[in-house]
């Protein structure tokens, strides 16, 4: 094959299977919200289906790759994909820190009467809008319109862990591109040692924020927190779970790297994943400043 | 990793043989087939539904179903038109022409291609069930406003809320796809600027669709949460506000009502220059407007809010950023129109489609300027008259893009050419039937009608019947159209690889032999 003809790849069951998969996950789960008692099973079913999908459609490709059956077009589809899915992911965030800023520099104020809201200070005497603790004075729990919040003692310490966090996870950007420039030099030995601090890093941020979130919640910290919960736990969540699939991946990268995969000028997969632990890096910069510190 | 093996298998020839050929799939062709039959089955669906609106507003007062039934279908008659109907069609539309019009023997991500289709069928698949579910399906309206759709929603909302969550992991997927494959699958010679314009509208389609479906699932996360966990984002008695609810979903819903008229666009300028043998007038600016388009979509979606008591710094930006979009829009118009100018047109249906389009199209845009305007839309706000102005966008615009677009490569995809006598009646039945079903909703907009009722005062009683009577008429000549497509694929005269005069010039795809090969280009043309 030429480079002017075309690399079509085979059909394949794997999206089909990928399909049934995500959809019976999501029936579960939608059946477990509804207290539906085989909800939670039919939940893990589909995600079984979901990761044997992932290993064997990506297995698929690896093998593909491996083999030498892409030209250098699908290296650049590849490409742009990753690239494409990563703008998505930014979106996804934005969504939530959108929702962070209209509430704390917006709905927050009007509620206690900012603005044009002059009848608040005479429907509610002696409320005061705080962006931690919205409309609530003293900890505990309480009933708000016919919802219990919980209310916090204190609040996470910015430069407690998660400023510990922030310089792993930066840390961890700059031993992954060393990674990146041994792969380039052809050092296999130095690829792995960066790789393994590069994963390293990564687990030590999870594992700190696990902590983070045992003392966050004992001191009443919780997701019913009122609008500062829910902002809280919703942009730092989402975070944590996607360091927790970049550390995934780095983990099949770092396989791969040691099987041979890679060579200084193929290698996509290294890089696709590189862009998205970067990325990782980038949203909790975003997350440091306007969840933790401002 | 340019030394390549050659790898033979039955992909690379003919279609697979049987059921498996259409699970497992990797071809653009039959991969654009089943979102267009999935389309077509989903617009009866909805148009059911739709039908069953008009039976119970026929007359004033109750009389075949309950207010809550009632909710249910105008909820499911508008999502499934929007996610179900307009944007897989041209989702299907774009796979099957976009490696035809750029010279490349597929998707660049064929197998991804095959996921994001079969994603749909069981997002729908959720959402319908729970019409079957003793609490009933989703009743907050397509636009599903918080509280309604959380403090007060059916518990089946879960179900809907995983729904779109397929739906626009569906979305996504296939919008990667059709950039990467728009921007790496080019033929050598085809820049940018010689991109068929069916492409250039795609392009931005797709980065319009990666930018909001995003969001769209961030906000139906949200309602989860509120939901199910106890968090706050949309309960003011936490700190939250329904009014961020509006702002979220709207942050997608403005840009993805042009998703729903970019393709269409894209449509309309190469029939148009098709049947007036004029090469497009203004091909330049119309790239420039369908950008500009896309990039002010952002920035005008508190249009859809101005009664929830924003500020009036708010209103006056969002006003005047609304009215902004009209300039682009007309550009466009005016370049249809002065393609036409002078040209030896003739009307075969897809021309009449185009024509229609241009026209119903911007009576639409003229309903939407007004609806811009902040103290007019006060009063129209919530009323007919915006059922009004979006029908006007949405069928005799995106719908009869698509159905022009269909008429116009049908011969190209079957190749045998569709029954012309029975087209032209089809368009007939339809254009008639969707003015007198869409135009009456002005007046009684403007009278005061409100939107979403099952009942409505007397003095709106005649107008009603008339619409009523017009989409039943509408409904059952698309029942034509079907009857149209599947007689052109059985038998019809044979078509030539150009199919209409003159259109060898005008793109690659009329190279190619009709029917087209199952794989397009095996090896790169070369655009001059
Ligand atoms: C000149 C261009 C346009 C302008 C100025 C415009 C303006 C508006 C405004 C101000 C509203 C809000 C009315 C209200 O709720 O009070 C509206 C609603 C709507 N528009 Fe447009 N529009 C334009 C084009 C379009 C196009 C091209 C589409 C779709 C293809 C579209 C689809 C819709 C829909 C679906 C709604 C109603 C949503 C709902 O509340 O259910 N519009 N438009
Ligand atoms: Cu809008």
């Known amino acids: 094959m030429s480079e002017q003809e075309y690399y079509i790849p085979n059909g394949t069951y794997w999206p089909i299977v990928g399909s049934i998969g995500i959809s019976t996950l999501f029936v ?49 589809s590849f490409r742009w994909g990753m690239s494409w899915f990563i703008f998505s992911e930014v979106m996804f965030f934005a969504a939530f820190f959108g929702a962070l800023f209209y509430a704390r520099a917006l709905s927050v104020p009007w509620l206690g009467g900012a603005d044009n809201n002059i009848f608040t200070p005479e429907l509610w005497s ?152 970067h990325f990782v890096d980038v949203v909790w910069l975003g997350l440091f400043i306007f969840v933790y510190w401002l | 990793m340019s030394t390549v093996v050659e790898t033979h298998d039955h992909g690379l020839h003919g279609p697979a043989k049987g059921l498996t050929r259409w699970l497992f799939t990797t071809n653009h062709k039959d991969i654009g087939t089943l979102y267009l039959w999935f389309s077509c089955l989903m617009l009866f669906i909805g148009g059911s539904m739709a039908m069953v609106i008009r039976a119970e507003l026929f007359q004033p007062g109750l009389q075949i179903i309950q207010p809550e039934f009632f909710n249910q279908m105008t909820t499911n008659h508008g999502l499934i038109m929007v996610f179900g109907v307009i944007m897989p069609a041209f989702v299907g539309l774009a796979n099957w022409m976009i490696p035809m019009q750029i010279g490349a023997p597929d998707m660049a991500l064929p197998r991804l291609n095959n996921l994001s289709f079969w994603l749909l069928p069981m997002a729908f698949g959720i959402l319908l069930s729970t019409l079957f579910m003793p609490e009933g399906g989703p009743n907050f309206g397509w636009t599903f406003y918080a509280p309604l759709s959380t403090t007060y929603a059916p518990s089946t909302v879960n179900f809907f809320i995983f729904s779109v969550h397929i739906m626009g992991i569906s979305s996504i997927l296939g919008s990667i796809n059709i950039i990467t494959t728009i921007f790496n699958m080019r033929a050598p010679g085809m820049t940018l600027m010689k991109m068929p314009l069916f492409v250039w509208s795609w392009l931005i389609t797709a980065y319009l669709l990666i930018a909001v479906m995003p969001v769209l ?159 007019a839309d006060f009063q129209y706000h919530d009323t007919y008259f915006v059922v009004a102005h979006f029908h006007y966008v949405l069928v005799p615009g995106s719908l009869f893009g698509i159905i022009a677009g269909v008429y116009y490569w049908l011969p190209k995809w079957t190749g045998n050419m569709y029954d012309e006598t029975l087209g032209q009646l089809h368009f007939w039945l339809t254009f008639v039937s969707v003015n007198l079903t869409f135009f009456p909703m002005h007046f009684v907009g403007l009278a005061g009608m409100p939107r979403r009722y099952p009942d409505y005062a007397l003095q709106f009683a005649d107008f009603n019947m008339i619409i009523s009577v017009g989409s039943f008429l509408f409904g059952i000549s698309q029942l034509l159209l079907v009857f149209i497509v599947i007689k052109s694929i059985r038998a019809g005269k044979k078509a030539k690889p150009e199919v209409w005069e003159g259109s060898g010039e005008l793109g690659l795809e009329w190279t190619l032999e009709s029917p087209a090969p199952y794989h397009t280009f095996t090896v790169q043309p070369e655009v001059k």
């Open chain 2, 217 to 375: 699932a961030g906000v139906v996360t949200m309602m989860l949460m509120d939901i199910n966990f106890g968090t706050s984002f949309f309960n003011a008695g936490g700190g939250g506000d329904p009014v961020l609810f509006q702002h979220v979903f709207w942050f997608f819903g403005h840009p993805e009502v042009y998703i729903m008229i970019l393709p269409a666009f894209g449509i309309a300028s190469h029939i148009i220059e098709t049947f007036s043998r004029k090469p497009i007038f203004g091909y330049t600016s119309m790239v420039y407007a369908m950008s500009s388009i896309a990039i002010l979509s952002f920035v005008v979606w508190a249009h859809h809010m101005f009664t929830v008591g924003m500020p009036l710094a708010g209103e006056l930006f969002f006003m005047y950023s609304t009215m902004l979009i009209a300039i682009p829009t007309g550009v466009k118009v005016f370049n249809w129109i002065a393609t036409m100018y002078k040209g030896s047109i003739s009307f075969e249906t897809p021309m009449l489609f185009a024509i229609a389009f241009v026209a119903l199209f911007t009576i639409g845009g003229f309903s939407g300027l007004m609806l811009a305007i902040v103290p």
């Open chain 1, 28 to 76: 579960g789960f939608a059946n477990l919200m509804h207290d539906v008692s085989w909800g939670g099973s039919v939940m893990a079913l589909g995600f079984v289906i979901v990761v044997f999908m992932m290993f064997g459609w990506l297995g698929q490709v690896v093998n593909e790759s491996v083999s030498g059956t892409y030209n250098n077009q699908v290296d650049r």
């Open chain 1, 126 to 277: 002696g409320f005061s809008a705080t962006w931690n603790q919205v409309a609530f004075s003293t900890p505990g729990t309480v009933l708000q319109s016919g919802v219990e919040m919980s209310v916090p003692t204190t609040l996470v310490d910015t430069w407690g862990l998660p400023a510990l966090n922030t310089a792993l996870l930066l840390l961890s950007g700059v031993t992954l591109t060393f990674a990146h420039h041994a792969l380039r030099a052809g050092h296999r030995d130095q690829i792995i040692g960066w790789m393994v601090a590069t994963i390293a890093l990564g687990l030590a941020f999870l594992g700190f924020q696990i902590a983070e979130y045992g003392h966050a919640y004992h001191d009443g910290l919780k997701l019913t927190s009122g609008i500062y919960g829910s902002t809280f736990y919703m942009l730092t969540g989402f975070h944590g779970f996607h360091v927790t699939v970049g550390a995934i991946m780095l983990t099949v990268i770092l396989y791969r790297v040691q099987k041979g995969h890679f060579d200084d000028k193929n290698h996509f997969a290294f890089e696709g994943v590189a862009w998205y632990w």
